[in-house]
């Protein structure tokens, strides 16, 4: 999938979604999306939207989703924060899609993702930790505000 998906990215992702569901079809999904991301952010973006889009029940594609929201996610996390809630329906993962997009938009506007986090179905536990800023994630969002200036 990695490999496809450097050279035709649609058609590698369109052949995972024909594969059984499991950690495999997971794990080549991330890898198959994280490359296409790479290479081409705008048309991987739109893809994954027209996707989330067609309705139904893409839980195939929610590690693309988390990856996408993540890579959004210092820049317009409110965005991303939307995005990956409204498209993942495993609960796991989506406390991870989550969980990073909501922390870069508590170091920006801490009020509106508390807000935010309140009003989520997420259990007490799991709002305390996604409200927790690792100090590593504090230092790449303030490498990424400096690199913007």
Do not use: C
């Amino acid at each position: 999938a990695s490999r496809w998906a450097k050279y035709d990215p649609e058609a590698a992702m369109a052949w995972l979604a024909t594969l059984p569901p499991g950690l495999e079809r997971d794990d080549a999904v991330s890898e198959g999306f994280r490359h296409w991301l790479g290479n081409d952010r705008l048309g991987a973006g739109e893809w994954l939207r027209a996707i989330a889009n067609q309705g139904g029940d893409p839980r195939w594609v929610e590690p693309a989703v988390a990856l996408y929201s993540l890579r959004i996610s210092a820049e317009s996390p409110a965005e991303a924060v939307a995005f990956a809630y409204e498209n993942m329906r495993d609960p796991e993962l989506r406390k991870a899609g989550v969980g990073n997009p909501v922390r870069y938009w508590l170091l920006q506007d801490e009020p509106a993702a508390l807000a935010w986090l309140a009003e989520s179905d997420f259990d007490e536990k799991t709002k305390g930790k996604i409200a927790t800023i690792p100090a590593g994630l504090r230092a790449n969002y303030e490498r990424f505000v400096k690199k913007r200036e």
